[in-house]
């Protein structure tokens, strides 16, 4: 397929997760919320010869074209300890991770990933493959192969406070 249309990504860009307790009937606690945002990357050359990347919201996605996946969190009213928050965030069909583009900002985290149809996460999936002698050996799994990504935020995480995550796929 040439093109990916934005009905398929848009079911992941516009997803929008609650996560915790959800506030009691008649409480105005705010509980906290992940949002997961996808924008086309679009490098512009500027008058002077540099260049500048610019962010779209996308109608339409073809092979080539690069997603910034933006992850982002908001604690509402709630405390959260050190190590208790994970965030994940998929790598679509039709697309693929691109090594050493997550980003976590000012976020304490660990980062992980999972490969294809696994649920195990992380920090250098592996595969095995056969080398030229005919023996299984195991060796990193390369980045098209990663299907989501999983931040563990290490430091708690106060009330009231949001942070984003990001990360870059290219359209297959």
Same mark, same amino acid.
């Given at each position: 397929?040439?093109?990916?249309?934005?009905?398929?990504?848009?079911?992941?860009? @516009?997803? !929008?997760?609650?996560?915790?307790?959800?506030?009691?009937?008649?409480?105005?606690? !705010?509980?906290?919320?992940?949002?997961?945002?996808?924008?086309?990357?679009?490098?512009?050359?500027?008058?002077?010869?540099?260049?500048?990347?610019?962010?779209?919201?996308?109608?339409?996605?073809?092979? @080539?074209? !690069?997603?910034?996946?933006?992850?982002?969190?908001?604690?509402?009213?709630?405390?959260?300890?050190?190590?208790?928050?994970?965030?994940?965030?998929?790598?679509?069909?039709?697309?693929?991770?691109?090594?050493?583009?997550?980003?976590?900002?000012?976020?304490?985290?660990?980062?992980?990933?999972?490969?294809?149809?696994?649920?195990?996460?992380?920090?250098?999936?592996?595969?095995? *493959?056969?080398?030229?002698?005919?023996?299984?050996?195991? !060796?990193?799994?390369?980045?098209?192969?990663?299907?989501?990504?999983?931040?563990?935020?290490?430091?708690?995480?106060?009330?009231?406070?949001?942070?984003?995550?990001?990360?870059? *796929?290219?359209?297959?």
């Amino acid at each position: 397929m040439s093109r990916i249309f934005v009905r398929y990504l848009l079911v992941l860009i @516009g997803l !929008v997760f609650f996560m915790g307790a959800v506030a009691q009937e008649g409480s105005e606690e !705010v509980a906290p919320t992940v949002t997961l945002e996808g924008f086309l990357v679009e490098t512009v050359v500027l008058e002077d010869g540099s260049t500048e990347e610019r962010f779209v919201a996308a109608e339409e996605a073809e092979p @080539g074209d !690069v997603i910034e996946y933006r992850l982002q969190f908001a604690s509402g009213d709630s405390a959260i300890p050190a190590d208790q928050l994970q965030l994940t965030g998929p790598v679509p069909d039709s697309t693929a991770y691109i090594a050493g583009s997550a980003d976590s900002g000012d976020v304490l985290a660990l980062l992980e990933f999972s490969l294809v149809e696994e649920e195990v996460f992380s920090e250098t999936p592996t595969i095995t *493959v056969q080398n030229e002698a005919g023996e299984d050996v195991v !060796v990193p799994a390369p980045p098209e192969l990663y299907d989501t990504l999983r931040w563990t935020v290490l430091d708690p995480i106060a009330p009231e406070t949001a942070f984003t995550l990001r990360y870059r *796929v290219t359209v297959r």
